[in-house]
């Protein structure tokens, strides 16, 4: 069975204590990798989409990267403003139409 | 330009009543989906319609569940007979479709509380 698991569930941190976030995954096939951004009252917001074992994305303080059973999401220095939930998901490439399968979070808290 | 829209953003509803969620995806988009998030769980697949095709209706979780999209673009998800359990945000998402670029930008949601 498909399946994601994330951890740690909720992560409180001091502005600029860097983390990193993890995403283990199981799936019959990899399509793809994805890390969403969760704020209270908003839907999940696209950040990085991974392919392949090896492949790293950056942007802004926010780094994710992949391997053949897990990636990272790692924050860098953060800010208050990065406090959200971050969710992972995996897109099968076996007996899937595209849908999505998650994590169930991790809620990182940064404090000024 | 514009992306994912939900509406209503918020409904309570009370139990065995039916209830109708709208969805307009970001246009262009020929790949739909519907999620769920209930309390303390992960995003959970629900239906899934692409272009003209015969949906994927693998993930609803019971026949109270339909969902229809009109014209390739706007999506109603119907819950009939509500029950409390069925108290969840209740999320769109569309893509491009299938290939490479298959991301899916997610609409706001629809905070469904079942009295």
């Known amino acids: 069975e498909d399946q994601v698991t994330q951890s740690p569930e909720a992560l409180r941190l001091q502005e600029g204590e860097s983390s990193s976030l993890n995403c283990s995954y199981t799936v019959s096939g990899l399509r793809g990798l994805f890390w969403y951004r969760l704020d209270p009252g908003k839907g999940p917001e696209f950040l990085f989409t991974l392919y392949s074992a090896g492949e790293e994305k950056e942007k802004e303080r926010l780094k994710a990267t992949l391997t053949k059973k897990e990636s990272f999401l790692h924050i860098t220095a953060p800010k208050p403003e990065d406090s959200a939930t971050y969710l992972c998901a995996v897109q099968a490439d076996v007996g899937s139409q595209g849908n999505l399968i998650f994590g169930k979070g991790t809620k990182h808290s940064v404090k000024p | 330009g514009a992306g994912v829209s939900q509406s209503p953003s918020n409904k309570v509803t009370e139990k065995g009543k039916d209830v109708e969620l709208r969805c307009d995806p970001i246009?262009?988009?020929?790949?739909l989906y519907w999620y769920r998030q209930s309390l303390g769980q992960g995003l959970e697949f629900l239906i899934y319609?692409?272009?003209?095709?015969?949906p994927d209706k693998s993930g609803l979780p019971s026949d109270r569940f339909s969902a229809e999209r009109t014209g390739g673009s706007v999506s109603t998800l119907t819950i009939q007979r509500t029950q409390q359990e069925d108290s969840a945000v209740y999320l769109c998402?569309?893509?491009w479709g299938q290939g490479e670029s298959e991301t899916q930008y997610f609409g706001p949601g629809t905070r469904l509380l079942v009295l």
């Open positions: 319609f692409q272009g003209n095709s015969a």
């Open positions: 998402a569309s893509s």
């Open positions: 246009s262009g988009h020929t790949a």
